[in-house]
């Protein structure tokens, strides 16, 4: 059975890309949120040294660096998020490896999920920049507004951390997580589990999955579905 109105909720990755690929400004762009990435802009613009590093989590220099970057964005030139991305789960993809149908699936049904910009899209043009999901509250700060931009969707597959499925609600989702049984306890599978995660999403972007039913199709270094999560 196909499931109609299927989206595909990713989480962003720690590692990004500094090459800018477009000459457009972020500022430029129209961008869906851009209302509320200047109300998180105001935020970050009224943090002391000591809270600036609380939200970078790095040394009091690179901080101020990052810092800097973010207040710039709506001045920066940008990349589409696919290509920004490049942390293990976007490796693990190789969308430049995929048919054209299997691209035109990534762009329609992946939404990306990110700490200063809400949702994206693959095809979505942002600057680079760094701020997590924990800090300032955003998840909180998003939750009204993602949810509502959700809302007409009939199915949510959530491939999300904790704290960024936090960020929004919806009356029909599908959180699917990859665990490791380890003496008939269920384990998360921790930083090991960013590789089947991306190859899942591979999996699902090649074979254009419209259904659950062909989870237990997908398999990857023992993993299998049991019907509600990955067990390997």
């Known amino acids: 059975m196909k499931e109609k109105n299927l989206i595909i909720l990713i989480p962003p990755s720690e590692g990004k890309s500094s090459k800018n690929t477009s000459n457009i400004k972020f500022g430029d762009t129209h961008f869906i949120f851009e209302k509320e990435v200047k109300k998180i802009l105001k935020k970050l613009k009224l943090l ?4 600036i590093q609380k939200v970078y989590g790095v040394s009091l220099e690179k901080s101020k660096k990052l810092h800097e970057m973010n207040l710039n964005i709506m001045d920066n030139e940008c990349s589409f998020s696919i290509e920004r991305y490049t942390g293990i789960v976007y490796s693990q993809i190789n969308l430049n490896n995929l048919s054209s149908k299997s691209k035109s699936y990534f762009d329609d049904h992946i939404n990306i999920f990110s ?8 095809k979505t043009l942002i600057p680079n920049y760094k701020l997590k999901m924990n800090s300032l509250s955003l998840a909180k700060f998003w939750s009204t507004i993602l949810t509502k931009h959700l809302e007409n969707e009939e199915l949510v597959i959530d491939l999300l951390p904790q704290i960024h499925s936090k960020a929004y609600e919806h009356s029909n989702i599908k959180k699917i997580d990859f665990l490791i049984n380890k003496g008939n306890k269920m384990r998360p599978s921790g930083h090991l589990g960013k590789v089947v995660k991306g190859q899942f999403i591979k999996f699902l972007i090649e074979n254009c999955v419209e259904s659950i039913k ?9 993993y299998k579905w049991d019907g509600e999560n990955f067990i390997k």
């Open 214 to 222: 062909d989870f237990e199709k997908f398999h990857f270094d023992n």
């Open 48 to 51: 002391e040294d000591q809270d």
């Open 115 to 122: 700490g200063l910009f809400g949702i994206v899209t693959p």
